[in-house]
């Protein structure tokens, strides 16, 4: 291996993975990954069963899988440190469109460059697009959203399937063979497990496998889970609205998505605003049809206000048939998705019969649905956006600020409405509407706020943004209907009357699009579409009942997780669980269809507990000597899974049958799965949704560890910027165990955490520094010290150890990784680099230092496995594997003997500072003349133990005014009403004292709120004088002095020896925790 690498030596690098290549080697050898069943039923904390889930098999798995997984794998390696018997199982997704869509790419990429491909050049330039003030259609209200919208397009070089296969180092000739789906699923599973093992994780991999019909065990799971939920009634065959990919011809879930993971159908409700004859020469040929221009809107009960609806002058729109009579103008987009609705006159093709602008519809006559003016016209706005809704906009100026604001403007300058060839006729006849009694606003709400917040101009979108917020949110919870047929009614209760009525009379229809853009993994924009197929039926209220009773028993690890969860319940509703199209499990009813990728992937954690005895560790299910896949019926796997009676008719061996039931019933239920923050909105809650219905409750899941993305270096992780690196890259360039280190120090909260290359690079030095400083000193261990512990240093130290042992445990059960981290290396290496230095010319102890690499050695070894295990071998001579070690004993920590030590080395710092200004002069001014300054050769440090005079006064009325059930002091003015009062209160004096007690009692109250009651303690809760001077000689190495006394305040003698500085105690007086140090000179001396 290179000794450098860009000029940097890489030889502690490759220290680190010579050592990972011969740990692997003893754990292979010695099965420690690989986990059986023990006989008896597990107690609470004899096992722990991890999940992750399996990640998609179409590319290399790199830092954002590394850094989900992390979590897992520290977790799963601490309980297995600390005795557990664990299972860390993992299996390789394939199910879905990725792999098919790719591989179809590549297929179509022959076709047309030949292969290997010879692919155009195309020079990338970049179109700027100024950014108009943008109108959305309509809002919900309380779901708001900016109007402003930005507009950008670029032409460049397209990214080709085939290039993206040879940045993965492939061959032309190998990336031919990828047209065949089956390929992916041979090549890049292998590769996973061999980069997963280079990482050290500690995975049993006898029970790993791949998903889709390829598996053939697999694929019989899954069948029996789809027609248990079949038979429970959770899956259904219904008409719904789904995102749908065009191109695939098939609901698009969000696994199969390049963008737009979440996004989920908007439903809105289209008005007929029908063309008043004559049509303009534009459209005069289809003079005998319904014309209409649809409007898409959210608020069908504010449309008794019409007065006119809007289009974008420059917007494209066209005629699209919706049938033999009716034609609707709206855009193209728009009409696409009313093609796949059944609102086409060819299905699934928008057929267009004029194309227009939407200058051409300025001026159009409209006779509109509930509006109380018989006509009104279209007119133009600027803001229209054209990719959402229809950009056909109604106008509704009473309840609208955008809308008030915008007709204010075509009815105040005439320019504008020449501009646009708008007549007087069309807009200034038209006056508000009252139709919604607002509780703040009246019933003219738009233009009461926009009066209000002095709005104008239709250009002022923060305010107007602001001003639509209010109106639309209190309009519609508190506002009452003052026009039509449903006037006295709350807002609320007549929104869905009235829409109700405008579709049963055919004045509008319901429309449904993409809430935001979404596009397929083949590469196409998805649409919405009225499908006709196979649902499991989540949100329905029982089910959803038993789904919050098992979230409810969850351990998530922090509220923002929970609250995620809780919102994804409160939404989730019926979701499209087949598909036409891609690789997977034929729906076993229906085998035209196939189970779609996120319904595959529920509770294959049960088929981890039995997967090594029925693939006997191959990943492919292709060993089929213990028992065949057709063998595996339901009733195998009911009494496998569900304590279902024993399968009479089974030609399967009992003895084996049996075996894989207590495997199942001694893993479940799964203690903790952990995953990124993004699965919580589908596969992590269809995970909870699909154990309550098949599993009784004893064997739903107990936990779900989330976390944020992972950053690099600060920034997002993009292939296309070169910020980037998969598994296998990161281990190359800094070491599993580095990448690791890095990993657990980037963060643990559900913000997105940042690995960070400078500390990975730490690592390696940290790591490989402290194996040769452990090879020097037990080289040397005769030097050492033997012996009991006996002075105080060996005491801080035996006592650091102990607080490591506990805080780390404690951090690690609380999936805390980089405390741990910190607890069980860092503030540990600063404790024993804190000892050595103590210790002087005793040296250190021989047992506290081979204590010190023991317990070092298993803190660290959950994130840093291979390190530890061969320090544990070749350095410690250790029997075993530190991995299964069990966790350091320790006794209970002695905080009073951490505080003491805390102080001593504060008191030492505070020495030195003190020390080094004496000694350079302190702080010179731009003139000052430098001056020749005496090195003080004596310290003389003074203690006071014991808070006396007005300080102990107010310490005293503190404690007395502070509720220790409430943690809070009694008012300000009830303290100093007691100081008055006190022996302090009536001195003559007490004026310039109060100046001194206020700050103080200031600081004081502050203090207990950190450190608690033990604040207001007249001492410490030990003896300082006894602290320092039994360091005495560590003192007087650390500040450089050769005499240092340790002397009490409160002996008038003692301050006799300050001389001429003894002014300085009463300057700054000692005080418990804070000594004053003075050092004097040859000259002071005599």
């Not at 696994?255 to 007929?272: F, M, N």
């Not at 599993?695 to 070169?722: Q, V, Y």
Request: one cysteine or more; proline letters at 5%.
């Amino acid at each position: 291996m290179a000794e450098t690498e860009g000029g940097r030596s890489t030889k502690r690098r490759d220290q680190l993975l010579d050592m990972e290549h011969e740990v692997r080697k003893w754990w292979d050898e010695g099965r420690v990954f690989d986990a059986e069943a023990s006989e008896q039923f597990p107690k609470e904390g004899d096992k722990f069963f991890g999940t992750f889930p399996f990640p998609y098999m179409n590319g290399y798995m790199h830092l954002g899988h590394a850094f989900s997984l992390s979590k897992l794998e520290f977790a799963a390696a601490y309980h297995r440190i600390r005795g557990a018997n664990v299972l860390l199982p993992f299996g390789f997704h394939c199910t879905g469109m990725p792999i098919k869509a790719s591989a179809d790419k590549l297929r179509r990429e022959i076709e047309r460059f030949g292969n290997p491909p010879q692919f155009p050049k195309v020079e990338a330039e970049e179109v700027v697009v100024s950014e108009p003030e943008v109108k959305p259609n309509e809002s919900n209200p309380g779901n708001f959203k900016s109007k402003k919208g930005k507009a950008a397009s670029k032409t460049g070089k397209e990214m080709y399937q085939w290039e993206i296969m040879r940045g993965y180092g492939l061959s032309d000739a190998e990336i031919a063979t990828f047209q065949d789906p089956v390929q992916w699923l041979r090549f890049f599973p292998p590769l996973a497990v061999e980069d997963l093992k280079a990482f050290g994780l500690g995975a049993d991999w006898r029970r790993s496998f791949i998903t889709t019909d390829v598996n053939p065990y697999f694929d019989k799971f899954v069948r029996w889970q789809m027609r248990k939920l079949k038979q429970f009634g959770k899956i259904v065959k219904d008409l719904r609205y789904a995102i749908y990919s065009p191109l695939d011809g098939q609901p698009c879930a969000d696994h199969d998505r390049a963008s737009g993971e979440g996004v989920i159908p908007q439903e809105y409700t289209l008005i007929k605003m029908e063309v008043v004859p004559p049509f303009p020469a534009k459209f005069a040929h289809l003079e005998g049809k319904k014309v209409y221009l649809a409007a898409a809107t959210l608020r069908p009960e504010t449309m008794y206000g019409q007065t006119n609806c809007w289009v974008l002058p420059d917007g494209k729109y066209g005629g699209f048939e919706i049938n033999e009579n009716e034609v609707f103008i709206l855009t193209e987009r728009a009409a696409r998705n009313l093609a796949y609705q059944r609102l086409s006159l060819v299905h699934e093709k928008p057929t267009c019969v004029v194309e227009l602008t939407g200058q051409d519809l300025i001026g159009l006559p409209l006779r509109s649905p509930l509006s109380f003016n018989d006509i009104i016209y279209c007119l133009p706005m600027l803001s229209v956006l054209t990719d959402k809704g229809t950009g056909i906009v109604t106008s509704v100026p009473s309840d609208s600020p955008d809308d008030f604001m915008a007709l204010q403007d075509l009815k105040s300058k005439a320019p504008f409405r020449a501009k646009f060839g708008v007549k007087d006729e069309w807009v200034l006849p038209f006056e508000i509407i009252p139709i919604i009694s607002h509780p703040e606003f009246g019933d003219k709400s738009a233009e009461k706020i926009c009066i209000d917040m002095k709005i104008k101009s239709q250009n002022e979108r923060e305010k107007l943004d602001a001003a639509k917020k209010v109106i639309y949110k209190g309009g519609f919870y508190e506002g009452t209907m003052v026009a039509g047929e449903y006037t006295g009614m709350r807002v609320q209760d007549a929104k869905t009357l009235i829409r109700n009525k405008l579709l049963e009379q055919g004045q509008a229809v319901v429309y449904s699009e993409p809430e935001k853009k979404v596009m397929s993994r083949s590469g196409d924009e998805c649409v919405v579409a009225l499908t006709d197929q196979w649902y499991i039926t989540y949100g329905e209220s029982t089910w959803r009942k038993a789904a919050e009773q098992c979230l409810a028993n969850m351990n998530l690890y922090s509220d923002e997780t929970r609250h995620g969860f809780e919102h994804t319940l409160s939404w989730l509703n019926q979701w499209a669980c087949s598909r036409s199209f891609g690789l997977g499990t034929r729906i076993p009813w229906d085998e035209e269809f196939l189970v779609e990728s996120l319904s595959d992937s529920t509770i294959y954690m049960a088929y981890y507990t039995v997967c090594h005895l029925l693939q006997k560790g191959e990943l492919f299910g292709a060993d089929t000597s213990t028992l065949k896949p057709q063998q595996l019926t339901d009733d195998v796997w009911d009494y496998l899974f569900l304590s279902g009676p024993e399968p009479k008719s089974s030609e399967i061996d009992l003895s084996l049958l049996k075996k894989m039931k207590r495997e199942f019933e001694y893993w479940y239920p799964v203690d903790l799965r952990v995953s990124g923050k993004d699965l919580i909105q589908n596969h992590l809650t269809f995970c909870i949704y699909n154990h309550t219905a098949i599993f009784p409750e004893k064997h739903w899941p107990r936990g779900f560890r989330c976390n944020g993305h992972i950053m690099l270096n600060g920034e997002k992780m993009s292939k296309s910027t070169g910020n980037f690196r998969t598994l296998k890259q990161a281990i190359e360039e800094f070491s599993a165990d580095a990448t690791r280190f890095s990993l657990a120090d980037a963060g643990d909260g559900m913000d997105d955490a940042n690995f960070v290359f400078e500390t990975a690079n730490t690592a390696i030095l940290r790591l490989t520094k402290e194996f040769g400083w452990m090879e020097e000193v037990l080289a040397a261990e005769s030097a050492l010290r033997v012996g009991p512990p006996s002075n105080y240093a060996d005491r801080v130290f035996d006592n650091e150890m102990n607080f490591a042992v506990k805080l780390t445990e404690k951090n690690y059960s609380d999936y805390m990784f980089r405390e741990a981290l910190k607890s069980g290396f860092f503030d540990l290496q600063t404790a024993r680099d804190e000892y050595r230095f103590s210790c002087g010319s005793s040296g250190m102890n021989r047992d506290l230092v081979l204590r010190f690499m023991d317990v070092q050695t298993r803190l660290i070894a959950p994130i840093c496995p291979h390190y530890s295990e061969y320090v544990w071998k070749k350095l410690l001579k250790k029997e075993g594997f530190v991995i299964k070690a069990g966790w350091p004993k320790a006794e209970d920590p002695d905080l009073t003997l951490q505080k003491a030590n805390r102080y001593l080395q504060d008191s030492i710092y505070n020495f030195r500072k003190l020390l080094t200004k004496q000694a350079t002069g302190g702080k010179k001014g731009k003139n000052d003349k430098p001056t020749v300054q005496i090195k003080p050769t004596t310290g003389l440090i003074y203690v006071n133990e014991q808070y006396d005079g007005w300080k102990r006064e107010c310490l005293n009325i503190l404690r007395d005014k502070f509720d220790t059930q409430t943690r809070k002091f009694a008012p300000d003015q009830e303290i100093l009403q007691a100081l008055q009062n006190s022996e302090v209160g009536k001195t003559e004096n007490f004026k310039q004292t109060l100046k001194q007690c206020m700050p103080f009692l200031r600081f004081k109250k502050d203090e207990v709120m950190t450190l608690g009651v033990q604040a207001l303690d007249l001492k410490l809760p030990f003896g300082e004088i006894e602290v320092l001077q039994e360091n005495l000689e560590l003192i007087k190495r650390h500040i450089g002095l050769e005499h240092v006394e340790i002397l009490s305040a409160t002996d008038p003698n003692a301050v006799l020896k300050a001389g001429r500085h003894a002014s300085l105690l009463k300057q700054a007086p000692p005080s418990p925790g804070s000594p004053t140090a003075i050092f004097l000179t040859e000259n002071d001396m005599a």
